[in-house]
């Protein structure tokens, strides 16, 4: 449930600059976005029980054999997020955006004496990472510099960042930190974030019964991700004395990872032409392997001189690399769709135990952290409902839907949990080819911590999702 200011890792400043992943890390590998295709987005993403197009190797690949023509489908996506934080009572807002590629591929139908048998091979964006947070208020009850030297405690055998910035000093008599700065400082800062999630598949399905089709997808993951923080701590009324009589701290670090991955998503679909559809879907879990760079840069300045007429200190570089690898957990869905004339009416659940994820290929202290996911973390639902409507004679389609996504973190509250409103409609252009277009509206509050409990930033986060996406056959 806590949600730290961070990446993949953590930045902790210890003597030595070191990095150690937390679980809640993982949950953004394994999150599902927003998906694939317009249509599918405009209907609420209810589509394992449709799946009738390209996006079918993402929803549901055994829907595949219901495309009677060769597909070719484009398909772009923009995402604007909204960040509205409290911090100690006073509001800021932040907002940022991104435009991506959403699907590019093909659906190629092989003729076969019995049945159908389609195969499609494309790109698709699974999750945009896109987001942004800024933060300013006064913390009457803490300071950073207590996580990195607290006042009275043991120092270590190596250097603290404290006293290497001068917040700290060692009392050589008691061997015990002297670290006054503890709380009564104005905090602020800001987080940006990028980077997501593509997917490059091949997949396939075939009828083994009347109406009953089964179809596999193979998908390679890759992607990236880059946090950027800049954070500031300030002496803004002049609370603290000669020697620490510190102006600001300031304390800047990033993340950047590369990451890989493969899974596989099997599809079962029933269907009653012209009546209903029944789909299934498994997911694999995802065994992803990340390769990290990550630094930190930090730099006081002081209002009174030292004795060497110095009136600030650093910067203090320390970079760093790791590896790793996580594994996320399997991911079960059922859907259903109804024909009702020119209407179209869809449901969908899927269940995940996020229990199940783990760190491997790690250093010891981030393997013992698998131990986290099965009390921090619950199963969730996500549960999604759409319908459209073909307007006769016109070659309009019009389309709307709802997502409801339970958080994974045990003990959230539901207003944590992330919900959508979704839109959309497709047009006709010509007898061959189609222009889609489709919008989610979402919302849900979260929180970050600076270093601890006592430094929280509330979150209200809103999104605009938009997708476009052209189809023609062949």
Do not use: C
Not at 50 to 61: E, G, I, Q, R
Not at 179 to 186: C, G, L, R
Not at 320 to 331: F, I, L, M, N, Q
Not at 385 to 403: H, K, L, M, Q, T
């Amino acid at each position: 449930m806590k949600r730290i200011f961070q990446g993949f890792v953590v930045l902790l400043f210890l003597p030595l600059f070191a990095s150690a992943q937390f679980t809640e890390d993982a949950q953004r590998l394994g999150s599902p976005g927003l998906g694939v295709g317009a249509r599918a987005l405009g209907m609420g993403n209810a589509y394992i029980g449709v799946a009738n197009d390209y996006s079918a190797l993402y929803w549901n690949p055994a829907g595949l054999t219901q495309s009677q023509l060769g597909e070719f489908s484009f398909g772009l996506s923009y995402r604007g997020a909204d960040d509205k934080s409290t911090f100690f009572t006073n509001q800021l807002s932040n907002s940022v955006n991104s435009t991506n590629l959403n699907s590019l591929g093909f659906v190629l139908p092989i003729p076969v004496n019995r049945g159908a048998f389609s195969v499609a091979f494309g790109f698709t964006r699974q999750a945009t990472f896109t987001s942004g947070l800024s933060f300013n208020g006064y913390n009457p009850v803490s300071s950073i510099v207590q996580t990195w030297a607290p006042d009275g405690t043991r120092y270590p055998q190596d250097i603290s960042l404290a006293e290497q910035l001068e917040l700290a000093h060692a009392d050589t008599n008691t061997g015990l930190f002297i670290s006054p700065i503890k709380n009564n400082v104005t905090q602020l800062g800001t987080v940006t974030e990028s980077g997501g999630l593509n997917n490059w598949m091949v997949g396939g399905a075939m009828d083994v019964a009347k109406n009953l089709s089964v179809g596999v997808t193979l998908t390679y993951v890759s992607g990236s991700y880059r946090y950027d923080r800049d954070y500031r701590e300030q002496d803004t009324r002049l609370v603290h004395t000669s020697p620490f009589d510190f102006s600001e701290i300031r304390v800047q670090d990033f993340i950047e990872d590369d990451i890989s991955g493969v899974n596989a998503k099997f599809g079962l679909m029933y269907r009653e032409p012209n009546l209903f559809r029944i789909g299934f879907s498994i997911k694999t879990p995802t065994a992803f392997s990340v390769k990290e760079t990550f630094g930190t840069t930090a730099a006081t300045t002081f209002r009174t001189p030292d004795a060497d007429g110095n009136f600030s200190y650093g910067p203090v570089d320390n970079p760093g690399s790791t590896e790793y690898d996580v594994h996320t957990p399997w991911v079960f869905g059922v859907g259903g769709s109804l024909i009702i004339r020119n209407l179209v009416l869809s449901g969908d659940a899927e269940y995940t135990d996020w229990t199940q994820t783990r760190f491997s290929k790690a250093n010891q202290d981030v393997m013992a952290m698998n131990t986290e996911f099965a009390t921090k973390y619950q199963g969730a639902y996500a549960l999604r409902g759409g319908a459209e409507y073909e307007i006769p004679r016109s070659g309009v389609r019009v389309r709307g839907g709802f997502i409801y996504d339970k958080s994974m973190f045990r003990g959230d509250p539901s207003n944590f949990d992330q919900k959508y409103w979704t839109a959309g409609a497709g047009v006709m252009l010509g007898e061959a080819t189609m222009l889609d277009f489709g919008f989610a509206h979402g919302w849900w509050d979260t929180y970050r911590v600076n270093y601890d409990l006592t430094s929280r930033v509330d979150e209200h986060i809103r999104t605009n999702t938009f997708l476009l996406a052209l189809t023609h056959r062949f």
